[in-house]
């Protein structure tokens, strides 16, 4: 795991030397310094220099990048791990390549000179990684399939650079912090930017299973997709569940270094613990739990006020067998906001981001590698939202008074917080007489159209969820659901949130419900293994009930939050209108819609800690960046 970067000039277009290109680079890796505190390295050829800061995981002294070719020709730097570089790597042996070093950096390397592009469909890993052909003069870049790697680049004026993150990119000359109004719209509509856009107009991120080449002969460059998401509903069997997420996670379990899991008290974390207790290993070193004082809860356990799912943690651990390792941490401050804005590089809409901060940062003092289960509700459809295309029968008989509903929708209360019934139950009979992607839009929208008009007069509310819904492939409505969250949401939103938050820690986090093989039997379920009737994530509960204590395989969908409803409430709200009314913000959100909603929060009228989060992050965001329109 690390941080990679490079930087190219185009040949006759941009007046560059190698010492400039390496000169470049520095700047760009000192600005990932966070993500590869091990180790680093650079080399420079033909106008074209990459380089890398190692988080050593793998082959402690053997993975030295970047890594070149016995004859010069290629050149590699890597983000990420390949989980399969062992049986990759004896498949090359047979084939006649020779290795100097135990690390799956030179697997992947070997096996692009052995099978080009073609590699990416053997690997199963999370990566970004780059590839410098100077015989051929071209750069060759890579993205996992699911985006759990980020990679971000310009294109400008005869330059070609990539950082895995956007800040040091900013600091390039050829960049103007200029905001862009479509990501800004998107932003606002579903609180995140979906690829190839960022909220900076020069700077592109990479999509998830996409490749892109750059040749400085002719400064031209391709993006091309190798992977897209498919599987036949209903075609892979539930019974297979418990050996596949325990080969998932025994793949994941590769590591020289300590390696724990993020036991919550949930069914997602506890079968991870399940699998990975099973698999054991000398670098297994047990659970991590955390309780936040004074931290919002859904549903959680309080013991005055704070959230605390050591108990539940607790129960899972001594089931299973394993160490737990627990600790209670101050709630995220208020006062400490702008550093998670800072450290986090883009505006945010996420109000878990500051306690996620704070528990990578707890955890990396004992491990350098965790496990998370990041992707099970996608897969498995935990999240409420699936309910307005996949309704339980009780419901179903709803929706032939869709009129009817929206009025009563209208009638009640908009008190609550947003997991509150009175909220979820508005939400829900709002949207009954719209088409399902319409459905599923307004289900994670950020504002709704009233809201939004309100707010930012002249912004055109963003269709790409539709948009991705409309073209998904042939299923239930439940299937193009999860399949649009998993081309949009997931990798733009919670793995960008997974690798940010993590990283700025030196904390590798592995996603074994996201490896490529069980996303595509999981993806293939039938409905029923998802959401059968009110239960939701049937198979995985199911399979919970086997293996973990009874308490934990009942628990509803918790997720940790950070208490900034209640900061919006006692002063942040006034300071947000402040700074708003001295920004150029000012001149595409309305200050004065912006006081109104604050008002009504603060009033206890509605509940709007993600949508004022939102419009604070962005502000801040863009006078701490000197962002202009």
């Not at 919002?296 to 001594?318: I, N």
Request: aromatic share 8%; with cysteine.
């Amino acid at each position: 795991m690390c941080g990679i970067a490079g930087y190219c000039g185009a040949c006759g277009v941009a007046d560059t030397t190698e010492k400039e290109c390496a000169g470049r680079l520095e700047a760009l890796l000192a600005g990932i310094v966070h993500r590869g505190p091990d180790d680093a390295g650079i080399t420079c050829a033909h106008n074209v220099a990459i380089g890398m800061r190692r988080l050593s995981i793998i082959d402690l002294a053997g993975g030295h990048q970047p890594m070149l070719s016995g004859d010069g020709r290629y050149a590699l730097v890597f983000n990420g791990e390949i989980y399969n570089f062992r049986e990759l790597r004896s498949e090359l042996a047979e084939a006649g390549y020779s290795f100097a070093t135990n690390s799956d950096s030179e697997v992947l390397l070997k096996g692009y000179m052995a099978w080009g592009r073609g590699v990416l469909d053997r690997l199963d890993g999370m990566f970004a990684f780059a590839v410098h052909d100077r015989h051929a003069g071209t750069v060759f870049l890579a993205r996992d399939h699911l985006g759990i790697k980020p990679l971000y680049y310009i294109h400008l004026g005869g330059v070609f650079a990539f950082c895995s993150e956007p800040a040091p990119l900013l600091e390039l000359p050829q960049v103007r912090r200029r905001l862009d109004h479509d990501a800004l719209a998107a932003f606002l509509s579903f609180k995140y930017v979906p690829a190839p856009d960022t909220f900076i107009k020069d700077i592109k991120k990479l999509a998830a299973g996409h490749t892109l080449e750059y040749s400085p002969r002719g400064d031209m460059l391709r993006t091309e997709r190798y992977w897209q998401l498919q599987g036949r509903e209903g075609s892979s069997d539930a019974g297979e569940l418990a050996e596949r997420l325990t080969r998932a996670v025994d793949s994941q379990m590769v590591s020289d270094v300590p390696l724990g899991v993020f036991l919550s008290g949930g069914i997602d974390s506890g079968l991870l613990t399940w699998a990975a207790a099973g698999q054991g290993g000398e670098h297994f070193t047990g659970g991590y739990t955390v309780a936040f004082d004074e931290t919002g809860r859904k549903k959680g356990l309080r013991a005055g006020g704070s959230f605390d799912e050591s108990r539940l943690a607790a129960l899972s651990a001594a089931h299973l067998g394993v160490p737990l390792s627990s600790t209670t941490l101050a709630s995220p401050a208020q006062a400490t906001l702008d550093d998670w804005i800072r450290r986090f590089q883009e505006p945010f809409a996420n109000t878990s981001i500051p306690a996620n901060f704070l528990l990578c940062q707890w955890v990396a003092r004992h491990v350098k590698v965790a496990l998370n289960g990041s992707g099970a509700d996608e897969l498995f459809g935990g999240y409420d939202r699936y309910y307005a295309v996949h309704p339980p029968a009780a419901l179903r008989a709803l929706h032939c008074a869709a009129p009817l509903l929206r009025r009563v929708a209208d009638m009640l209360p908009v008190g609550g917080g947003k997991n509150s019934l009175v909220h979820r139950a508005r939400r829900y009979l709002a949207g009954c007489a719209l088409a399902p992607a319409q459905k599923h839009a307004g289900s994670i929208r950020l504002f709704t159209d009233t809201q939004l008009a309100a707010i930012a007069p002249g912004v055109v509310p963003a269709t790409f969820v539709q948009d991705a819904f409309a073209g998904a492939p042939q299923g239930s409505l439940l299937y193009k659901a999860t399949w649009t969250d998993m081309q949009t949401m997931l990798p733009d939103d919670y793995l960008t949130l997974v690798d940010r938050t993590s990283m700025a820690a030196s904390l590798e986090v592995r996603v074994p419900f996201l490896a490529r093989d069980f996303v595509q039997y999981a993806f293939s379920l039938p409905p029923a293994a998802k959401i059968a009737g009110w239960k939701k994530k049937t198979a995985l509960r199911a399979l919970a009930a086997k293996h973990l204590p009874e308490d934990i395989a009942r628990q509803p969908k918790m997720g940790f939050e950070s208490p900034v409803g209640r900061w919006f409430r006692d002063g942040l709200g006034e300071a947000l209108c402040r700074q708003l009314a001295q920004s150029p913000l000012q001149n595409i959100i309305s200050v004065r819609g912006v006081q109104a909603l604050a008002q009504s929060h603060s009033a206890g009228q509605v509940d709007a800690a993600k949508p004022l989060l939102a419009l604070y992050t962005l502000v801040r965001w863009m006078d701490m960046y000197r962002v202009e329109l």
